[in-house]
């Protein structure tokens, strides 16, 4: 057997545990969490004028959907269910299976959330050695600068100051939805370009935020590397800067990637107060409605998701690590 | 690698180019009637997933819009039944409330051109049953539910109430039912529906077998999902995406001609600030009530076109005891604090562009309340704000005055400690100014917010809070009126007529007053079982009652009542007009969009 092999075949049975250890840690909490839907579904029928009578009724078969049995039959329902991939049926959109809930939303949160990462991580590590080069110059502290200030101010905030600049006082930008129901939806120009209009302000949210952690990294990560000895024997030989530039980048850019691979994994849960400001109708929105609606199964199924993505990503990460890093593989290969 | 780069560019180049052409289907501003955009404020977060189905909570069924009813009831003060045309063109209630005879649209069609029938009404009936309603119950016993459905002929149908429990609100039961297509529905309904439904009317373990075997027909009802959409309204949906949903007129609608906008797009929320947002951005052209700070609601008036259009909303709030814990059991120290609350101010502060002061406690809003209760509302204590007999009730109560704060009768330190949910901002800002008004009168307050309004419910059902606020006075029908007073809240249950009456703490009762309150004037009453009473008496019937229970509530004070809520519609006339300031035709029954009616009516026009 590979060392690659070996090594994934470790990796899925740690986290096949990790996962149902997770499952049932999130099915107990999420059970448990205090308020009584029914009798806010209830109030809410009686305040738009229905009768008592009737909104208990109304009520009462809506919350037919829920499981039921003692907890213990909900846990080993759940988890048999978990098996065959059937997260149980959403309450809030009755008869809705809560895998198709999750298919529908987590698409408006990746591709968001990848393309604002991706972007931040190309333009933080071309910046990044920049700023490690040009430490000593007025531009590459203002670099570090940029990265600092970027990096310390919240998402929300960020997300907030972007729709009142380009929503409000120069309106350019739609600041909600994720695309304008008026275009056909295919593949047209039309409806391509106002669904990249409506990604721009959250995309660039993204981006923006990420970008400050990928250039103060990649900038101490350069500038550990232009200490190293091949460094200085490549200077020494008269090397064009150029492939010394691609000595430099190759080197300091490795454990960049780990962080990228873990954020690209953290991307399904990290998006909560983004979407929620541009009404943008991912998983971090979704999951909101589920804890407001009491849905239970939905809210499970929302956090099971985004911890098999950070477990996934962890995988990924480690076996991405191997492949590309060949000190890591002569290591193994060693033992 | 740079070829490979170059020719994958040009490649993505060509194919946006080439798509670019013909296929480009955005169905512009709206052709020629216009594109009115609204929400749906009863329903926040659109999901693009959900079925045409108005039953579906989520569903992508707008009332009014592409969903309709068989008349759009009315926000009457005192008349329950009053209503405007729907799928029914006229209808006739017969004097003794036993029956309502239904003439249905002559022109009405779905919008597959297949014309609407009895067929289709009866077979939404049914579906009203799997669901409850006032009228359609399976409840035995249940006041105001239906005897019989008879159709007379293709157009004309008759619905007859059970006078064993009659309710004067039969008719508006019957009349806020969504009808549905039965070509497209008939399948979600067994062949066997109706005589099941006659068995559980009975009696007995084949009866209640019956009625549970109906209720759970209703989740199927829940779930169903049509392939499209087929909608005898003036719209019908055309797509969904999880920010919008677009809905195209609907040319087979039987008043299509009078219809003015071609599309209708309704946009998605989750919270207020969002509504706020359109409606400063003056993206609406209509947006039913939302609560808004003073500061929001200036902008909204600000942006160009917009007008909020105020009427009456049956709905009021009150300062609620828990009278299982001390010292709110004593009538006294309600009272001493009523004394203490500037309900002027608290609206000011709190509501002042959806609130009217309440004018003092009687359980009904105020602009029903003379319709009801007559002269009655004059003689009732005002409570206006007066700390001398604030301090004479706290003495009555036993309480004694430390160092200028009132304690306990047994000299331990009394905090009214008030609850609200998170988000409820109206609620929040009242319960901060009443505090400070307490606290200046000696009377130590604090203000404790919940996560959210469904834990609130489950806590404040539980016994757990001294003192909540709650909805109340929701009219127009006098007994949805009082039973917020003396209903579940209280410890009265009533089911099929049958009263009664659980411990305070057990089944909901959180306010936990007395089941017999001794009126001055009127002697003992029960005011549960009166308030059961106005469920089955007409209208004159009512009256009397209903003056017993405003005495009572007004001398017991279960509740402060604080402020009436003001029904404020947004409107923008930059590209509609004939928005109609009919107090009655701003609200229009069980989740109705009221901009739906006025649309299919034909009130409504464009200015394009």
């Known amino acids: 057997m590979t060392i690659i092999a070996r090594r994934l075949a470790g990796h899925l049975a740690r986290g096949l545990v990790m996962i149902l250890v997770v499952a049932t840690i999130s099915f107990f909490i999420v059970n ?35 499981p039921t049995g003692t907890l213990w039959e909900q846990y080993t329902d759940y988890m048999s269910g978990l098996v065959r991939l059937d997260l149980g049926v959403s309450v809030s ?50 670099l570090a600068i940029s990265g600092s200030l970027l990096h310390g101010i919240p998402q929300y905030v960020l997300a907030m100051l972007l729709v009142v600049i380009f929503a409000t006082l120069i309106p350019i930008l739609p600041a909600d939805g994720p695309v304008d129901i008026l275009f056909e939806p295919g593949f047209n120009a039309g409806y391509i370009g106002s669904l990249v209009e409506h990604a721009v302000l959250p995309v660039a949210t993204y981006a923006l935020s990420a970008y400050g952690g990928w250039i103060l ?75 407001n609606d009491r849905d239970y199964a939905l809210m499970g199924g929302a956090f099971l998701l985004i911890t098999v993505a950070v477990i996934v990503a962890n995988i990924v990460a480690d076996l991405f690590y191997t492949v590309i890093d060949p000190r890591v593989r002569s290591g193994e290969e060693a033992r | 690698m740079k070829r490979l780069a170059a020719a994958v560019t040009l490649l993505g180049l060509a194919t946006v180019t080439a798509c670019s052409g013909g296929s480009t289907t955005q169905s512009g501003s709206g052709g020629g009637g216009g594109l009115f955009t609204t929400i749906d404020v009863n329903r926040p977060g659109l999901d693009a997933a959900a079925p045409p189905n108005p039953y579906n909570p989520k569903g992508n069924s707008f009332s009014a819009f592409n969903a309709m009813k068989i008349g759009w009831v009315k926000n009457h003060l005192t008349d329950p039944n009053q209503a405007l045309p729907g799928i029914a063109e006229s209808w006739e209630i017969a004097p003794d409330n036993s029956a309502i005879t239904l003439k249905l649209q002559p022109n009405a069609k779905w919008s597959d051109g297949q014309p609407v029938t009895t067929e289709d009404v009866r077979m939404s009936i049914g579906i009203a049953y799997t669901q409850g309603s006032t009228a359609f119950s399976v409840t035995p016993g249940a006041a105001g539910a239906a005897a019989e459905v008879t159709v007379v002929d293709d157009k004309t149908l008759k619905i007859t109430q059970n006078m064993d429990n009659p309710s004067p609100k039969f008719a508006r039961g019957v009349l806020d039912t969504t009808v549905l297509p039965s070509h497209v529905w008939k399948d979600v309904l067994p062949a066997d529906f109706w005589d099941k439904l006659k068995t559980a009317r009975g009696e007995g373990a084949e009866a209640e077998k019956a009625r549970e075997e109906i209720t759970a027909l209703g989740q199927k009802v829940l779930a169903f999902a049509p392939a499209k959409d087929v909608s005898a309204g003036p719209f019908v949906l055309e797509r969904v ?101 500037n309900r002027d101010e608290v609206t000011k502060v709190a509501s002042p562009e959806g609130g009217t002061p309440a004018t003092t406690t009687t359980g009904i809003h105020q602009k029903a309340a003379p319709a009801w209760i007559g002269d009655t509302v004059g003689q009732l204590e005002p409570y206006k704000p007066d700390p001398a007999k604030a301090e004479e009730e706290f003495k009555q109560a036993g309480l004694t005055k430390k160092d200028g704060k009132w304690t306990l009768s047994d000299g331990s330190p009394w905090k009214v400690s008030m609850t609200a949910p998170s988000g409820f901002s109206d609620w929040i800002s009242a319960q901060e100014n009443i505090k400070s008004q307490l606290i200046k009168n000696g009377v130590d307050a604090e203000v404790v917010t919940v996560a959210d309004y469904p834990l609130y419910l489950e806590e404040l059902a539980a016994g ?53 309150i ?52 947004f409107v923008s006339n930059s590209r509609f007009t004939g928005w109609p300031h009919d107090d009655e035709i701003l609200r229009l029954g069980t989740g109705v969009l009221a901009s739906g009616v006025w649309i299919q009516l034909g009130m409504v026009k464009s200015k394009q």
Not at chain 1, 112 to 141: C, H
Not at chain 1, 257 to 274: E, R
Not at chain 2, 477 to 498: C, E, F, H, M
Not at chain 2, 520 to 543: D, Q, R, W
Request: no cysteine; proline share 6%.
């Open chain 1, 32 to 66: 448990n969490i205090p308020g009584d839907p029914m009798a806010a579904r209830y109030e809410k029928l009686i305040e738009q004028g229905m009768s008592p009578e009737a909104a208990a009724q109304g009520v009462k078969v809506l919350y037919g959907f829920l």
């Open chain 1, 93 to 142: 959109r009755p008869g809705t299976p809560v895998l198709d809930v999750l298919g529908e939303a987590t698409k408006w949160t990746v591709l968001p959330v990848l393309a604002g990462t991706l972007l931040s991580f190309l333009v933080g590590i071309v910046l990044g050695v920049y700023a490690a080069i040009k430490r000593t110059g007025k531009l590459g502290d203002a």
């Open chain 1, 217 to 291: 990294a990649m900038k101490s990560s350069v500038v550990t590397v232009l200490g190293d000895d091949f460094i200085l024997a490549a200077e020494l030989r008269g090397m064009k800067r150029s492939i010394i530039f691609r000595y430099i980048a190759r080197n300091a850019i490795l454990p960049l990637f780990t962080i990228l691979a873990l954020s690209l994994g953290l991307l399904l849960g990290g998006a909560v107060f983004i979407e929620k400001i541009f009404n943008y109708p991912g998983l971090g929105l979704l999951l909101i409605n589920s804890i």
């Open chain 2, 241 to 341: 995406n999880p920010g919008e949903a677009l809905l195209v007129k609907n040319k087979h609608f039987y008043n299509a001609a009078n219809v003015a906008p071609a599309q209708v797009k309704f946009l998605n929320f989750t919270g207020n600030e969002q509504i706020w947002n359109y409606l400063t951005a003056g993206k609406l052209d209509h947006s039913g009530f939302v609560a808004a700070p003073t500061d929001v609601m200036n902008r909204i008036k600000q942006a160009p076109g917009n007008e909020v259009i105020k009427g009456y909303s049956p709905v009021a709030v009150g300062m609620g005891f828990n009278q299982s814990k001390k010292p709110y059991d004593n009538v006294h120290v309600r009272r001493g604090l009523a004394y203490l609350i």
């Open chain 2, 464 to 516: 757990k809070y001294d003192v909540g606020f709650w909805l109340m006075a929701l009219g127009p029908a006098p007994y949805d009126i009082y039973q917020r007073l003396y209903g579940a809240s209280n410890g009265w249950t009533n089911v099929a007529g049958k009263v009664t009456h659980a411990a305070p703490g057990k089944g909901g009762n959180w306010m936990g007053g007395p089941e017999e």
């Open chain 2, 518 to 569: 001794e009126v001055e004037g009127i002697g003992k009453i029960n005011p549960g079982e009166l308030t059961a009473k106005l469920n089955t008496a007409t209208a004159e019937e009512a009256k009397p009652i209903m003056t017993q229970l405003a005495k009572a509530a007004n001398q017991d004070l279960p509740v402060i009542q604080l402020w009436d809520y003001v029904n404020n519609q």
